[in-house]
C-alpha cells in the first residue's frame, strides 16, 4: 500500500535537486542574473528623461511601462532555461531517468522565476516611485507582478522548448511568447491602474490568477512535449 508514496517522494526529492542545482547554478553566473534587472531598471528610469518630470504625466504611463519592461526583461533569460542543459546533455539525461519529465522541467521553471520573475515583482515598486507611483499602489504592484510572471515563465517554457534546436532561436522565442502574453500583460496593466488610482483592483487580479492557474496546469505538459520534439 506505501510504494504509490514512495513513487511520489521520489519525483518530489528530483524536483527539488533540479531546483536547487539551477539556483546554484545561476547564482555562479552572476552576468545572466543581474541583466534582466538590470534592463528593467535602465527602461524605467529612462521614462522620466524622455518624456517629462512631471509626476501626473509619468503615473499615467507608469501601468504600461512597467509591463512592457518586465514582460521584455523576462524574455531576456528565458533563452537561457533549457539552452545549456540541451548543449552538454542533462535535458537528455532527464528524459532517460526514469523520472517525470513534466516534473523536471516544472522545477526549472519554478527556478526562472524565483531568479528573473520575483526579483522584478519586487523591483517594480521601487522603480514605480520614480514614475510617481503613490505609496499605497506598491503592494497592488508587487502582487499584479508577481502573478503574472509566474505566467509569463510558464509560457516562455513552452517557447524555450519549442525553440530548443534552432541556432540562435532567441528572435523566434520572442516571436512565440509575445502573442501569448498579451493577455498577462492587458489584465495585469489593468491592475496596477486602478491599483494607483486607489480603485479596487480584485478584478483583473482574478483573472491574472485564473490565467496563472491556466499555465501551471497546462504549460509544464506543453512544455516538456516541446522539450521531446526538439531533442529528435
Known sequence: M???PAGRASWATAGRLV????????????GQLVQPLAFFAVITLLFPLALTP???RLREVAPGVLWIAA??????????????DAHDG???????SGQSLTLLLFAKTVAHWMLTGLPLAVMAPVVG???????????????ALALGTVTLSLVGAIGAGLTLGVKRGGVLLSLLTLPLAVPI????????????????YAGPM??????????????PLAAAAAVRIGLE
Open 206 to 219: 482574478y483573472l491574472l490568477a485564473a490565467l496563472a492557474v491556466l499555465g501551471l496546469t497546462l504549460a
Open 90 to 96: 542533462t535535458l537528455e539525461q532527464f528524459v532517460l
Open 2 to 4: 506505501n510504494p504509490p
Open 129 to 143: 516611485v520614480a514614475l510617481g507611483v503613490p505609496l499605497q499602489a506598491l503592494p497592488g504592484i508587487l502582487a
Open 71 to 84: 514582460l521584455l526583461s523576462s524574455l531576456l533569460a528565458l533563452e537561457f532555461l533549457f539552452r545549456d
Open 185 to 200: 500583460l492587458v489584465f495585469g496593466a489593468r491592475a496596477t491602474e486602478l491599483a494607483i488610482k486607489g480603485a479596487d
Open 54 to 56: 512631471e509626476l501626473a
Open 19 to 30: 531546483l536547487e542545482r539551477d539556483l546554484r547554478l545561476a547564482f555562479r553566473r552572476s
